[in-house]
DNA sequence: ATGTCAATTCAAGGCTTCTTGAATAGTTGA
DNA sequence: TCAACTATTCAAGAAGCCTTGAATTGACAT
């Protein structure tokens, strides 16, 4: 991922509503949500829906589909991936403290780069 | 992390030369750097270079220590690490997928995430 | 064809952010 | 004290973002 796409990216997060979106979206997977049901499940205007996933689509964070009237939203999980590798990467030159903030956590599958990530020096 | 807080982090890291400050400082460590030493780095006027220092401390960030004339500024790895856990954890549900493309990179030390998490359907 | 439904686009307004030059505060050394 | 230096604050203007209601597009069923 390029710089100009991550700040995309970035920018694109960095609004309440559409950190809802991802939150709401994520789980769905890539059969993701019509855009009706969306707003009915937030309480949101729908022309407020409509800018806003398209601001996250334009950004590259979501996809849609259209299936007979309605338009089914789902998260790009890549990218999000990468938006987020790209600052600890790129941006914080994989600093260890860095890492083993983002990875101290409940969850098992991430516990590793914290265990790892040793070297820091705290 | 609680949300407002991740929120304004979010925001205070989309905007390219935040992102620049972020870049230059990871490596500095605890130590930091001197804002003048920062704008005669980057080239920018000094008001611009306090706008956005002020505007990264502020969300938790940076902090800022006074040293005879000088003001050096370092970053809050804990902080960037945390936002960053907040968008993996609290919004995208820790999906496989987004911790994959997290974790899909050179660098050893967090390969084992990508490894480990060889359960996303992909 | 017509009515209905889902979603987007449009236009207006209010609000916030960013940049710039000028002015200010605080610190150091002669 | 005074001059020099570092950094921040202030004020103004430009630019962009967000919300809202009205209008529009496109698809479906009768």
Redesign the pocket.
């Known amino acids: 991922m390029d710089r100009s796409k991550a700040l995309a990216a970035l ?1 694109a997060l ?5 950190l809802d979106l991802i939150r709401l979206l994520t789980p769905q997977g890539a059969e993701g949500m ?4 969306i ?1 009915e499940t937030l309480g ?12 996250l689509e334009q950004a590259g964070l979501l996809r ?1 589909r ?1 299936v ?6 789902s998260v790009d999980a890549h990218c999000i991936g990468s938006t987020l590798s790209f600052v600890l990467n790129d941006c914080c030159c994989d600093h260890p403290e860095v890492l083993a903030a983002c990875a101290h956590r409940a969850d098992p599958l991430v516990q590793g780069v914290g265990a790892v990530s040793g070297t820091a020096k705290t």
Do not use: C, D, M
């Open positions: 920018s960095a609004h309440e509503t559409r019509a855009a009706g049901q707003a949101i205007a729908a022309p407020r829906l409509s800018f806003h996933l398209s601001a849609s259209k007979a009237r309605n338009v089914f939203y």
